[in-house]
């Protein structure tokens, strides 16, 4: 009998009035990890009901003193990392290598916030004035409305929720629906270290139903999205009818340029992490390889041998490298991606079937796959897949390797192999990205760094790092005049 979760509404764990449920299948195997309460927009109308009336309090709660349950609730997190990564894999599919990453991320954030708190720094300035003093503080919103992604279940969830909280904001966060779990360990580690009633509340069911009544409540002045670039831009539209703050961190088409004065064999091996690890499913994922032509050749060599020889299977098992991928639907777009490459005209070199075998057959897998010799316009070198498919671009002159890689419509990861300084510097100038590696591949971002893209990849905001708080507060600029004395800025002259 699998385990019944349920919402978490002002202190309660509770079951939605709705009184339906959904589960969610381990995606290398079929069978059953969880059941889950079904909420409805009722139940986030009294999320955010208990999140608004807990604001009035946490915003006075001293920032030091909500740090110190932020670092409780890291301390936690270190301590059962390994049970949290392994009931991600089974409900996630990625490995556990990953998965503990996964987890060590949330727990870097929780500390890393829970520092902020005794910093949360303004600026002091000197007054046109005399006898008048000048400071910029920040404010927290009020109560943020957070809807996270399937493939870092609680790396994400921490990303957004622990700026939010240090700041003295409250949330109210719906997870994927494939994977709430990781998400409301997440919560339940906060209630445990002490997190009042109200200042965090979980609510699951559907986008459609949860997210949609988190996007069109009047009292959640802020959300934070991360996921697909089609749902970003109707968040973005309910948004606006709002007028609601906003982040949206959505699509990716990451590229690393592989010059021809790269280390091949470490060019090699971080493409094949960067677009095979996580199934290709993450959001920094390596999805093209713009390759120069005269080590093209042995480039294919080296990710033809790398690819052959990775694991595929449940990622719970030692030596997998690579897992199922988290849905039949998500697959289904492998399989149709693979299918396009091949109508373009790409060359495939290895992969391109769905994996089948000895303890595959229960499971969503897929082979790793390449394609060469790819053009710089087709649908396989400019769309997202979020899978494991990556595509092999040719270039000659580096100016126009930059440009391929800007020629997409997202901006979030990019990467040079050069063992040449000008060319790294090149690089640095020329490719327009949130994120970019220099001999290292797409993946990942460390989460003191501002983390986001530019284009059509977000929409000018940046997650984690400080950057994070600028989200979640609001400036006050406080003048104090003790002068006695009206004094008109711009006006008076200094007396
Ligand atoms: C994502 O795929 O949405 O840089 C997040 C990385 C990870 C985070 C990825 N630290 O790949």
Known sequence: MADMFKNYINGIWKESASGETFERRNPANGELVATYTKGTAADVNEAVDAA???FKSWRLYPAPKRGEVLFKAARLLEDRKEDLAREMTEEMGKVLDETRGDVQEAIDMTYYMAGEGRRMFGDTVQSEMKNKFQ????????????????????????????????????????PASFVPRSTIRLVEILEEAGIPAGVVNIVLG?????????????????????????????????????????????????????????NLDLAAESILWGAFGTTGQRCTATSRVIVHKSVQQE???????????????????????????????????????????????????????????????????????????????????????????????PFEDLD????????????????????????????????????????????????????????????????????????????????VDYSGKLQRAQIDPVN
Request: no cysteine.
């Open 52 to 54: 608004n009336t807990a």
């Open 135 to 174: 400071m910029s503080v920040r404010k927290p919103l009020g109560v943020v409305g957070l809807i996270t992604p399937w493939n870092f279940p609680m790396a994400i969830p921490s990303w957004k929720m622990m700026p939010a909280l240090i700041a003295g904001n409250t949330v109210v966060i719906k």
């Open 206 to 262: 559907t986008g459609g139903e949860v997210g949609d009544a988190l996007m069109q409540h009047p009292d959640v002045p802020v959300i934070s999205f991360t996921g697909s670039t089609e749902t970003g831009k109707t968040i973005s539209l309910a948004a606006a009818a709002h007028n609601k703050r906003l982040t949206l961190e959505m699509g990716g088409k990451n590229a690393v340029i592989v010059n021809d004065d790269a």
């Open 299 to 393: 480039l294919v060599n080296r990710l033809v041998k790398g690819a052959q020889s990775l694991k595929i299977g449940n990622g719970l098992e030692a030596g997998i490298q690579v897992g199922p991928q988290v849905s039949e639907g998500q697959r289904a777009t492998t399989v149709k991606y693979v299918e396009i490459g091949k109508r373009e005209g790409a060359e495939l070199v290895i992969g391109g079937n769905i994996a089948t075998g000895d303890g595959l057959d229960n499971g969503w897998f897929h082979e790793p796959t390449i394609f060469n010799n790819v053009s710089r316009d087709m649908r396989i070198a400019q769309e997202e897949i979020f899978g494991p498919v990556v595509s092999l671009i």
């Open 400 to 479: 126009d390797a930059f440009s391929i890689v800007n020629g997409v419509q997202y901006g979030l990861s990019a990467a040079i192999f050069t063992q040449n300084v000008n060319n790294a510097f090149r690089a640095m100038q020329d490719i327009y990205t949130g994120i970019l590696y220099i001999n290292a591949g797409t993946t990942g971002a460390e989460i003191h760094l501002p983390f986001g893209g530019t284009k059509a990849t977000g929409n000018g905001h940046r997650e984690a790092g400080t950057a994070a708080l600028d989200f979640y507060t609001e400036w006050q600029a406080i003048y």
